[in-house]
């Protein structure tokens, strides 16, 4: 079965400050591979995905990530980040159809 | 822009009562799915539904647990007789397949807290 690493569970930025959170996976045939966003008592929202192509993914609010396949890596970023990007946020992994989930990682960011 | 939408939001229930947990998916969206998530721990995947019945579930889903389209926007899941260990979020995903470059839909997410 896939299995879905984040190795940050919490992350504490001040604004302007860059991010990165990892995200690793187990299984390597094809994949199709998410982050998404959970805002406090909100859904989860899908932020960027990968299907095929540039491994270089550029999502919504100024996220992108990168798909490294010789690491099964889909390392989350974001150059400069705002108080209001603080949320909860999801790696998953589609494998043969089935979405699997990462831990997560809280972000906090201080104004 | 079409949503997944849950109710309640929020169940509190006593242990060994059963209770319903409600979603609605996207009108054009053929698979259906249930998550949950205990606190503090990964988002499990439990179930899917396709044209009426199961395609796959987890080793989670025991016989406590039934998935029900009763009509043509429902899509609900039981739990016969909850445990304190079934205290958890739970969220309803939509999909206009399985298979192929598509992506889940979810909704906001119904929190059981079972007591």
């Known amino acids: 079965a896939q299995s879905v690493s984040q190795h940050n569970h919490h992350v504490i930025l001040s604004e302007a400050a860059s991010l990165e959170l990892g995200c690793n996976y187990s299984?390597?045939?094809?994949?199709?591979l998410f982050w998404y966003v959970q805002y406090p008592g909100q859904h989860l929202q899908l932020l960027l995905k990968y299907f095929s192509g540039d491994p270089l993914v550029k999502g919504i609010k100024g996220f992108e990530a990168e798909f490294i396949k010789s690491k099964f890596s889909f390392n989350l970023r974001k150059p400069s980040v705002q108080w209001s990007d603080t949320a909860e946020y999801f790696c998953?992994?589609?494998?043969?159809?089935?979405?699997?989930f990462g831990r997560g990682t809280q972000l906090t960011v201080w104004p | 822009e079409p949503e997944v939408t849950q109710t309640p939001s929020h169940q509190v229930t006593q242990m060994g009562q059963e209770v319903i947990l409600r979603c609605v998916p996207i009108?054009?969206?053929?698979?259906f799915y249930w998550y949950r998530q205990i606190l503090g721990q990964k988002v499990e995947f439990l179930v899917s539904f396709y044209n009426n019945e199961i395609s796959e579930k987890s080793e989670i889903f025991d016989d406590q647990f039934s998935v029900e389209r009763p009509d043509g926007s429902n899509f609900t899941l039981k739990i016969r007789s909850t445990k304190l260990e079934d205290s958890a979020m739970y969220f309803c995903?939509?999909?206009?397949?399985?298979?192929?470059?598509?992506?889940?839909?979810f909704g906001q997410g119904t929190r059981l807290t079972v007591v």
């Open positions: 995903a939509s999909s206009e397949r399985v298979s192929g470059n598509t992506e889940a839909f």
């Open positions: 299984y390597g045939g094809t994949v199709n």
């Open positions: 998953a992994v589609k494998t043969l159809g089935r979405l699997y």
């Open positions: 009108s054009n969206h053929l698979y």
